[in-house]
């Protein structure tokens, strides 16, 4: 059974930073393409960030340059590191999974940031 934790959310003045982590469970993590999603409220979920069992990423447009995706399959964890954090990118922030036969969500965590 597929499980996805994040953490590392929370409250954050507008140009900071903060780091989101995601740990897996029940899935061979490191074949896994791992990605960050977040969904303002009034908003579609959106892609923010991707990274394939290779270690190639890609970003939205509105977050390059100022995230940044990684993973340590040693540890089963994916991350993302946000810096100079704006208004805008307050949302919940989920980790989804997803293999030729498996996928997955995590529960969420809220990032906030205030201007």
């Known amino acids: 059974q597929v499980q996805l934790v994040e953490s590392g959310g929370g409250l954050v003045q507008a140009g900071g930073s903060l780091r989101l982590s995601c740990a897996a469970s029940?899935?061979?993590?490191?074949?896994?393409?791992m990605e960050w999603y977040r969904q303002a409220p009034g908003k579609q979920r959106e892609l923010v960030a991707a990274i394939t069992s290779g270690g190639s990423t890609d970003y939205a447009d509105s977050v390059k340059g100022r995230f940044t995706i990684s993973r340590d399959n040693a540890k089963s964890t994916l991350y993302l590191q946000m810096n100079s954090l704006k208004p805008e990118d307050t949302a919940v922030y989920y980790c989804?999974?997803?293999?030729?036969?498996?996928?997955?969500w995590g529960q969420g965590t809220q990032v906030t940031v205030s201007s």
């Open positions: 989804h999974c997803r293999g030729n036969y498996f996928s997955g």
């Open positions: 029940g899935i061979i993590f490191s074949i896994a393409t």
